[in-house]
């Protein structure tokens, strides 16, 4: 057991923190206020060939495992940007994975290629008002055409969606009342997000202001069957295959905020002189700091245990929601206290923990709520009945 990063995963840190260096406390204020999406940095990561680390090398990608990604999107959060310079390319990572797996050649080149050399923004339509966390009673319905489907319905909390050009979409193309298992009759698109049948409304929000949320109504949207993924009826199944990796990314993307919240306030700890000493010489102000260290130390080797399960094909389920719940509450507890260890100035915009703070809130409810984590690893774990 060698429990640390090797050489090539060291390069991708230090690939990272080198972009990120170029990207201030100012830029991220500016696009959390204005609010925009942070494009140059979108474009950056681009451009250095990272939105296709886990994509098929036959493609152009590099190939990579849910441990690269996760080590690299660490060091995304941790540099600065937070969940806001996550969120411009956490989708590319693992979003497209359904299409990677299930995809014919022709799909993989049309969709997946553009989408790395960051050509084409994507979202992904979900979650519906109507049946949240229970995904297999979304209304949105695809109904058959001669040469394709109609899709009528609406969708909530689409990252993304003021910006991108394509739309990962989960429609019933059978009621649910008529498949045999709730999770049948669910199919899954890729297509454009053609602007004149679907109206996007933004959401205003707490934090992570700099990529938007919104509200996705969508009126006799026409999809060709070549947008298809994968059989009629199986779109559900698809999806799963992608909810591992994408709850290890954001636990790891969470303890990189909670990382740079921390760092902030030791920082402001040594400099801020009250009662004649830094208010870091009080062990009262020491030792929150030193327990949220070793919080988030610990959420971070569950994230790349769980991934390096992944990737060597084993079960992670358990694993991956551990790794989501501890990284989001080790970050939260983190912003909370950097907010805290401020004093008035926490409360401030100039010290940037005010953003990471409501930033944090974000990964204790996506994509998966914490009730929905307990719940499952107190089933599946501890043996205890099924609850939801
Ligand atoms: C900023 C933001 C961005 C998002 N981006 C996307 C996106 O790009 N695409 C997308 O599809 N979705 C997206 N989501 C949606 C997100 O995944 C959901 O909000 C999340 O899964 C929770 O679903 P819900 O809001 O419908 O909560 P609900 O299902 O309404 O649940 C409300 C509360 O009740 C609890 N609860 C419900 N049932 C049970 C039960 N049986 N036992 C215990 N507790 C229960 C939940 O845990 C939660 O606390 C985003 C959300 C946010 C806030």
Request: hydrophobic share 40%; glycine share 10%; with cysteine.
């Amino acid at each position: 057991m060698d429990i640390d990063l090797t050489g090539e995963q060291r390069a991708i840190e230090a690939g990272i923190a080198k972009i990120c260096a170029r990207f201030g406390d100012d830029y991220w204020s500016e696009c959390d206020q204005t609010p925009r999406f942070p494009e140059e940095f979108y474009r950056a990561m681009a451009e250095g060939g990272w939105l296709g680390i886990t994509m098929p090398t036959e493609l152009g990608g590099a190939g990579l495992g849910v441990t690269e990604a996760a080590i690299m999107m660490h060091a995304v959060t941790r540099g600065g940007g937070g969940f806001s310079a996550a969120s411009t390319i956490h989708l590319n990572l693992f979003g497209p994975h359904a299409i990677v797996v299930h995809g014919t050649p022709e799909q993989k080149a049309r969709w997946l290629v553009p989408l790395m050399e960051g050509k084409q923004k994507a979202c992904f339509g979900v979650t519906e008002p109507n049946a949240g966390l229970d995904t297999t009673s979304i209304e949105t319905f695809a109904r058959r055409t001669n040469e394709g489907y109609i899709v009528r319905g609406r969708k909530i909390w689409t990252t993304s969606a003021q910006v991108a050009d394509k739309i990962l979409l989960l429609t019933r193309t059978t009621a649910k009342a008529d498949s045999k298992k709730p999770s049948d009759g669910m199919t899954l698109f890729y297509t454009d997000l053609d602007r004149s049948k679907v109206e996007v409304r933004r959401i205003p929000k707490m934090g992570r202001n700099a990529v938007d949320s919104n509200t996705v109504f969508i009126d006799d949207l026409f999809v060709p069957d070549e947008d298809r993924v994968g059989e009629e009826g199986k779109g559900f199944r698809y999806l799963l295959d992608s909810l591992n990796p994408e709850r290890i990314l954001i636990g790891i993307e969470a303890v990189g905020i909670g990382r740079d919240a921390l760092s902030r306030a030791a920082q402001y700890a040594k400099e801020r002189v009250v009662f004649g000493r830094p208010i870091g010489q009080n062990q009262g102000i020491q030792h929150p700091l030193a327990e949220n260290w070793a919080f988030l130390e610990s959420a971070y080797w569950m994230c790349l245990r769980a991934a390096s399960l992944y990737d060597s094909k084993k079960p992670c389920d358990a694993e991956a929601n551990a790794a989501k719940f501890l990284g989001g509450r080790a970050a939260f507890e983190a912003t909370t206290r950097a907010v805290l260890t401020h004093g008035g100035m926490g409360y401030a915009k100039e010290y940037q923990v005010e953003r990471l703070f409501r930033e944090s809130m974000l990964q204790r409810l996506t994509p998966i709520t914490e009730q929905l984590i307990l719940s499952f690893i107190a089933e599946k774990e501890l043996g205890m009945p099924k609850s939801y």
